[in-house]
């Protein structure tokens, strides 16, 4: 009997954590055909699998991502986000990547991923990167070409150009759709109440207008 009170918990365990996670796809790969309409990541399981036969090597490249994209005038920053929307055949890999572009002194604000843990390759230049913990201690450096930086799933984390020359980044993420909160934008721009906004953070009414103004503050109805 005592033998069954530890058996069925840890069986019931097992089984939820056995189908909490994605599946594992069941075929090679597959790349959704959403026939002359452009894909849309929140659809991407309605739509068939591409036949097999009729794929070839161009299903599996992407060049979008060797060119630079125009950094933003007020943060020195570009960022460009491949997902199976942009690239099909990510589709069922389980993964997703980036490339992230800095003018000198540009930054990539304090954001996380609620899906996917990221690893942040510096291809040209020196970042000073790094995350915060949920116990709220720090772990930040600068990183050169040819190093690695790890971004623990859903942890805060930031980049910022602090070299003279232009730097690039490449992310790659272990979902297809790792989602992204930049800390600003979603603090100031989301329409939250100006004097819970005020009683937070210790700014003045005017401080808070200015940032929801760069943020673009959303208006919510109650």
Known sequence: MAGNLIFFPLLLFLLLH???????????????????????????STYPCKNPSNATAA?????????????????????????????????????????????????????????????ALVLEGKIYSGFVDSGGRLFAKVITKGEVMVFPKAMVHFQMNVGESPAVI????????????????????????????EKAFGLSRKEIERLERRFGRKEVEL
């Open 18 to 44: 056995s189908t909490s996670s994605d599946p594992d796809p069941i075929q090679d790969f597959c790349i959704p055909d959403s026939g002359p309409s452009p894909l849309l990541q929140t659809h991407l």
């Open 59 to 119: 299903d599996f490249t992407f060049s979008g991502a060797r060119s630079p994209s125009k950094p933003s005038p007020d943060t020195g920053f570009a960022g460009l986000s491949v997902t199976p929307s942009l690239f099909p055949a990510l589709h069922t890999l389980g993964m997703s990547f980036a490339r992230a572009d800095f003018e000198p002194g540009g930054v990539n604000p304090p954001h996380y991923h609620p899906r996917a843990t990221e690893t």
């Open 170 to 197: 490449f992310g790659s993420f272990n979902g297809e759709n790792p989602g992204v909160f930049r800390v600003p934008a979603t603090v100031f721009g989301a329409g939250i109440k100006e004097e819970l906004l």
